[in-house]
């Protein structure tokens, strides 16, 4: 495993806020950005799901990518996601992202139309082949219909680009395979961390960050350092927060956007239809998730939101407190 994967540890799929006509805000989105860097992240992706690209447009994506890679500068790498389940249409996403200086591409395997795995290799070679920026390839079978190959993978890794993978497959096993071809593996389901990281994973690219960015960093860096009855520690203390954020049908931009309100960084929670955003049984519903989790104060406590878990114990001593907790 390498010491110091190109794309960090903890990565952010982050948000992208709307104003009140569902037009791409740019203030609010960039404020996002900074929030997960400023709590742990190395790295934010923009325009994946989470980011709500299937219903943003090319110069919004050109956009959202400009206005974060100018504000979070060096302090981290900016992943711009390209795929789509039009190879041309991703193309072009992809030459606009290497124009505004993304640091990485995240290509999903095309959705919908469910190719051949010889379609899919042709898809990750043509849009990989149009720069030299690193590639990290994603697959979620739940959300596209199809899968990435083993021989895929194999032939895949032969694109000199092409040197990462988002694995939201579910299967952390798996892992060890994509890691033997070559791979920088991230786990792409926040509560399967442990899993993959047991399996060879270098990180995560999470959701859940958006709320929990410090915690998730403290149960990595703990797990890696050998610390592993900590990083379970960790984790089952993040267990209402995974359960909150991740277990609702319409997760990802939706319960991020509403944990984000509930955290004092966005005044709304809109998101662009067909998504519809929480109500406010579900807000309340996260809300207690949150609050299980030691990410937001009880009632009756600090309500500013600005970065009032700071004030809670269990995250910002040592882990190894944490441990001695269980």
């Given at each position: 495993?390498?010491?110091?994967?190109?794309?960090?540890?903890?990565?952010?799929?982050?948000?992208?806020?709307?104003?009140?006509?569902?037009?791409?805000?740019?203030?609010?989105?960039?404020?996002?950005?900074?929030?997960?860097?400023?709590?742990?992240?190395?790295?934010?992706?923009?325009?994946?799901?989470?980011?709500?690209?299937?219903?943003?447009?090319?110069?919004?994506?050109?956009?959202?990518?400009?206005?974060?890679?100018?504000?979070?500068?060096?302090?981290?790498?900016?992943?711009?996601?390209?795929?789509?389940?039009?190879?041309?249409?991703?193309?072009?996403?992809?030459?606009?992202?290497?124009?505004?200086?993304?640091?990485?591409?995240?290509?999903?395997?095309?959705?919908?139309?469910?190719?051949?795995?010889?379609?899919?290799?042709?898809?990750?070679?043509?849009?990989?082949?149009?720069?030299?920026?690193?590639?990290?390839?994603?697959?979620?079978?739940?959300?596209?219909?199809?899968?990435?190959?083993?021989?895929?993978?194999?032939?895949?890794?032969?694109?000199?680009?092409?040197?990462?993978?988002?694995?939201?497959?579910?299967n952390p096993a798996h892992a060890a395979r994509l890691v033997d071809l070559g791979y920088e593996v991230y786990c792409g389901d926040d509560a399967l961390t442990l899993g993959y990281l047991a399996y060879g994973a270098v990180g995560l690219v999470s959701v859940v960050a958006h709320a929990a960015g410090r915690p998730l960093r403290t149960m990595i860096e703990a797990f890696l350092?050998?610390?592993?009855?900590?990083?379970?520690?960790?984790?089952?203390?993040?267990?209402?927060?995974?359960?909150?954020?991740?277990?609702?049908?319409?997760?990802?931009?939706?319960?991020?956007?509403?944990?984000?309100?509930?955290?004092?960084?966005?005044?709304?929670?809109?998101?662009?239809?067909?998504?519809?955003?929480?109500?406010?049984?579900?807000?309340?519903?996260?809300?207690?998730?949150?609050?299980?989790?030691?990410?937001?104060?009880?009632?009756?406590?600090?309500?500013?939101?600005?970065?009032?878990?700071?004030?809670?114990?269990?995250?910002?001593?040592?882990?190894?407190?944490?441990?001695?907790?269980?």
């Amino acid at each position: 495993m390498s010491s110091t994967p190109r794309f960090g540890r903890l990565l952010t799929a982050v948000a992208t806020a709307f104003d009140a006509q569902e037009r791409v805000d740019l203030d609010a989105t960039v404020a996002i950005a900074r929030h997960v860097v400023d709590t742990g992240s190395d790295g934010v992706v923009v325009s994946g799901t989470t980011g709500e690209a299937p219903t943003t447009t090319v110069p919004e994506d050109g956009e959202v990518l400009a206005a974060v890679r100018e504000a979070i500068g060096d302090r981290a790498v900016v992943v711009a996601g390209v795929g789509t389940n039009s190879t041309a249409h991703s193309v072009e996403i992809a030459e606009q992202a290497a124009r505004v200086g993304a640091d990485g591409l995240l290509l999903v395997t095309p959705y919908y139309n469910k190719p051949s795995q010889n379609g899919i290799l042709a898809h990750f070679r043509t849009v990989a082949s149009i720069s030299d920026i690193p590639v990290m390839l994603y697959d979620v079978p739940g959300r596209t219909g199809s899968s990435i190959g083993l021989d895929t993978y194999r032939a895949a890794r032969e694109i000199e680009t092409v040197v990462a993978v988002k694995d939201a497959t579910g299967n952390p096993a798996h892992a060890a395979r994509l890691v033997d071809l070559g791979y920088e593996v991230y786990c792409g389901d926040d509560a399967l961390t442990l899993g993959y990281l047991a399996y060879g994973a270098v990180g995560l690219v999470s959701v859940v960050a958006h709320a929990a960015g410090r915690p998730l960093r403290t149960m990595i860096e703990a797990f890696l350092a050998g610390e592993h009855a900590a990083a379970l520690a960790a984790h089952t203390r993040l267990l209402p927060a995974f359960d909150a954020i991740m277990g609702v049908p319409n997760y990802g931009a939706t319960t991020a956007k509403a944990a984000l309100q509930l955290l004092g960084v966005l005044d709304n929670r809109r998101v662009r239809q067909p998504l519809a955003e929480l109500d406010d049984a579900e807000v309340d519903a996260l809300r207690a998730g949150l609050v299980a989790a030691g990410l937001l104060p009880e009632a009756g406590e600090r309500s500013d939101g600005v970065d009032s878990s700071r004030d809670l114990d269990p995250w910002w001593g040592t882990y190894r407190g944490l441990a001695a907790d269980m």
